[in-house]
T-cell receptor
């Protein structure tokens, strides 16, 4: 069975500081991995996705994530936080098997950016 | 522009009543999903559909049903609403094939009193 674990339900950073949101996955087959962002009172939007090509994936708004198989991790980073980055971030995993597209989401990490 | 819409955006109902939440997408996607979002649980899959006349149960399907009579719509019905079903409900859709990206609606906040 596939699963993701997001370490830290709340993360606070100062504006201009590094953003690091942690995600570890469990999957019996090579996974597809996603990061989604949810702004207040909105639905989720895709930030980036890993699909077994390059291990360093660049997404929108300056975010990137690195797939590390040995660590079963897919942490999300951004070099310099902006106030507009304040949102909730969800890591998700989809197993590449069976042709079915069930995606398992993590419990989310709420990012607070302090001016 | 293609989009996915949900209605109503907010709903208050009473225990025992039947409630239907609408989801409509103009992406022409085959796959559609219903999730509920609760604090501490993230998003949990209720039901999903891979095409017309196809429906499948997710991890928290008890008390919910869906039907898919066309590509655009996947209504979610709560047969007899319970207070435990107070939540925010999200509909999503995706194209067939690998890899997929799910496109989410704006959500429906449901309160069951």
């Amino acid at each position: 069975a596939q699963s993701v674990t997001q370490l830290g339900s709340h993360v606070s950073v100062s504006e201009g500081a590094l953003v690091l949101l942690r995600c570890n996955y469990s999957s019996s087959v090579p996974p597809y991995l996603f990061w989604y962002v949810q702004y207040p009172n909105q639905g989720l939007q895709l930030l980036l996705k890993y699909t077994s090509a390059a291990t360093l994936v660049k997404g929108i708004n300056g975010f990137e994530a690195e797939f590390k198989k040995s660590e079963t991790s897919f942490h999300l980073t951004k070099p310099s936080a902006h106030m507009s980055d304040a949102a909730e971030y969800f890591c998700a995993v989809r197993s590449n098997s069976g042709g079915y597209q069930k995606v398992t989401f993590g419990t989310g990490t709420k990012l607070q950016v302090i001016p | 522009d293609a989009e996915i819409t949900q209605s109503p955006r907010h709903k208050i109902t009473e225990t025992g009543r039947q409630v239907t939440l609408a989801c409509h997408q103009t992406w022409n996607h085959n796959n559609m999903f219903w999730y509920r979002q609760d604090l501490g649980h993230g998003l949990r899959l209720i039901h999903y559909s891979y095409g017309v006349q196809d429906t499948n149960k997710g991890e928290v399907s008890d008390g919910y049903s869906v039907s898919r009579s066309n590509t655009e719509d996947l209504p979610l019905t709560l047969e007899s609403a319970a207070s435990s079903q107070t939540s925010v409900y999200f509909c999503a859709s995706s194209e067939s094939g690998i890899p997929d990206t799910q496109y989410f609606g704006p959500g429906t906040r449901l309160t069951v009193l």
